[in-house]
């Protein structure tokens, strides 16, 4: 069989053999088919170890993807994709059954739910890569169902989050710590970490009391790095409480105050709102060990408590004040209302039956 390649233009040729000539003729008739649709004749016996380093340094590294993102995505590939007997298999030797022994496999180690589904999104780019660059037919991930995230019988992944008294409570013992304004920020408003921390005083409006989300800030490595919100809804004004205005006014003092005392060794000027002693931004490891010993000092069930449950917890006490879902999924800067309906379905569930009691109230039900 011969066939002019689409890259070079040079006419090439290749046998097919088999134990009989009915499937010597089968094999041609597949690579015809093959050749008609644009794919390789043959698929590559390149390691997925192999591609994975060369798709890393170009399709990865010249897509639109935030920086953070192309960082776990590498660091998800080399832990779980690159590693014997995945990695040490030719792309051609891929079958779906090795992705779903991929996928028990992290299973089994304990990875979590979002971890399993993050690396296969991972493998397959890295395969959608291949087929584009002709190396292999088909990808093989793609017709494997994509790993589900799961926490509750039903399906939902729902949200640990606070009682109001309780988010008070760690409030209050944070008070009087350089971090008390930015948690107040985050109680009061659903916001992000990484936005929080990347705010910038050229974003705050303290007269129309509203902040403006443009910025989120991430660790890449070991910088750390502002970059723009992942999607457009996630651009949004968000309106403050008077106590939020209030609060972001005695820290503008302080913060003036401590630049002054810093002089020349205060950082590069990015005008960021929230900041370290001398000016650089704080790293979002460091805030979230503030708020694990605000909890502390708190007295409240720590189980399950992380920095993001106050985004969370902000969440639910708009639902449960009879806020509109779609109002607080702007509020939140979600890319769309199902996931806000999704994530806080215990404050929807409870909605229901409040709307059911009045509607058998209405009728004598």
Do not use: C
Not at 4 to 21: C, I, L, N, W
Not at 104 to 111: E, L, P, T, Y
Not at 149 to 168: I, N, Q
């Amino acid at each position: 069989m011969t066939w002019t390649d689409d890259e070079t233009g040079r006419r090439r040729s290749r046998s097919f053999y088999g134990k009989t000539q009915r499937e010597a003729k089968a094999k041609m008739a597949d690579a015809r088919k093959r050749l008609d649709a644009f794919a390789p004749v043959v698929d590559a016996r390149t390691p997925l170890a192999t591609w994975i380093d060369e798709w890393a340094k170009t399709s990865l590294e010249a897509s639109s993807r935030k920086a953070a993102t192309k960082s776990l995505y590498r660091t998800l590939a080399r832990v779980h994709l690159a590693p014997a007997p995945l990695g040490t298999m030719a792309l051609a030797a891929i079958r779906p059954t090795h992705v779903e022994a991929l996928v028990q496999r992290m299973r089994d180690a304990g990875s979590s739910d979002s971890t399993i589904r993050t690396t296969y999104t991972v493998l397959r780019a890295v395969l959608d890569g291949a087929v584009r660059d002709k190396l292999v037919a088909d990808n093989v991930a793609a017709k494997v169902k994509r790993p589900a995230v799961t926490s509750r019988a039903d399906g939902r992944d729902e949200a640990r989050h606070l009682a109001p008294s309780e988010v008070r409570a760690v409030l209050d013992a944070a008070a009087g710590t350089r971090y008390a304004a930015i948690l107040s920020l985050i109680a009061g408003t659903g916001l992000r970490r990484g936005e929080a921390l990347a705010l910038r005083w050229e974003d705050v409006d303290l007269e129309e009391g509203v902040v403006r989300v443009r910025w989120t800030l991430s660790r890449v490595g070991a910088d750390l790095v502002s970059t723009p919100p992942k999607t457009m809804r996630s651009r949004r004004d968000v309106p403050l409480t008077p106590g939020v205005v209030t609060l972001l006014r005695k820290h503008d003092i302080a913060q003036k105050a401590e630049r002054l005392r810093a002089g020349s060794q205060w950082g590069n000027d990015r005008g960021l709102v929230f900041t370290t002693e001398l000016g650089a931004p704080i790293d979002p490891r460091n805030l979230f060990r503030a708020f694990v010993a605000a909890v502390g000092r708190s007295g409240i069930d720590a189980t399950g408590v992380g920095l993001h449950t106050l985004r969370h917890s902000a969440a639910t006490g708009m639902l449960d004040a009879g806020v509109p879902l779609h109002v607080v999924s702007r509020v939140l800067g979600h890319s769309s209302v199902a996931i806000t309906g999704d994530i806080y379905g215990h404050a929807d569930d409870t909605r229901q039956r409040d709307a059911i009691g009045m509607l058998g109230a209405a009728l004598g039900l």
